[in-house]
């Protein structure tokens, strides 16, 4: 079975800009959940979505958006891009059903976001 | 107070050594407890996941959780090499479904 694959891996833009990251989950999984990971701060939960809906939401300001398509697939948007939006930013996939908190995720190799 | 904290080391042990990782929190809400490894350029894998207090055990690994104490610990006995990595603490609970993950610790196992 294939695994959690993000799209691009390294990604470099400059202040102002916006950006779409995107997320394909394992297969049969309709819970994908987006983190921020920082030296400073670690892993941050942003949001997560299941069947097209998003369930929970993290501490992040409204310039970083996202959505999931009836396929499951999951796309995040960061606007207005600032250089502390420099992250990887990783996506993790489960089940469903349960929130992620109760499930195992398995998470993808993340995209590499660096601002100029 | 951050709701996890977690010494990012780094801890540097010889192969074959006993390591323990520890995290604590504040939030007694917290009821799920999880041990996520992760690889330089590579996503977190789950270790290990403990609901409640009490010891779990599988192959080399060991997570311990003491709620009394909010204090939850991962042991690792006979470390290998490839056990070197960033070893992250996250946990769980209450009305709030998201998981708090501590910053990580570094982990080198020397042959």
């Known amino acids: 079975k294939a695994g959690v694959t993000q799209t691009p891996r390294y990604l470099i833009k400059t202040r102002g800009q916006q950006v779409t990251l995107s997320c394909s989950p394992i297969s049969g999984h309709r819970s994908v959940s987006w983190y921020q990971q920082t030296p400073g701060q670690g892993l941050q939960f942003l949001f997560e979505?299941?069947?097209?809906?998003?369930?929970n939401k993290g501490n992040f300001p409204g310039r970083f958006s996202g959505r999931q398509f009836s396929n499951s697939r999951s796309e995040m948007n960061v606007s207005t891009l600032e250089l502390g939006d420099s992250a990887l930013y990783l996506c993790?996939?489960?089940?469903?059903?349960?929130?992620?908190?109760?499930?195992?995720?398995?998470f993808g190799p993340g995209t590499r976001l660096t601002v100029l | 107070q951050k709701e996890v904290e977690q010494d990012p080391g780094p801890l540097s042990v010889p192969e074959g050594a006993i390591v323990s990782l520890n995290c604590t929190y504040s939030?007694?809400?917290?009821?799920?407890f999880m041990w996520y490894r992760q690889y330089s350029r590579k996503g977190p894998e789950l270790l290990m996941y403990?609901?409640?207090?009490g010891n779990k055990e599988d192959g080399r690994f060991t997570a311990q959780v003491d709620k009394s104490s909010k204090y939850i610990s991962l042991f690792i006995r006979d470390s290998q090499p490839s056990d070197s990595a960033t070893y992250l603490c996250?946990?769980?609970?209450?009305?709030?479904?998201?998981?708090?993950f501590g910053k990580g610790t570094l982990l080198t196992v020397n042959p």
């Open positions: 996250a946990m769980s609970g209450g009305s709030n479904y998201k998981l708090t």
């Open positions: 403990t609901y409640s207090s």
């Open positions: 993790a996939s489960s089940p469903g059903g349960l929130p992620p908190a109760y499930n195992e995720q398995f």
């Open positions: 979505y299941f069947s097209e809906t998003q369930r």
């Open positions: 939030n007694s809400a917290f009821q799920y």
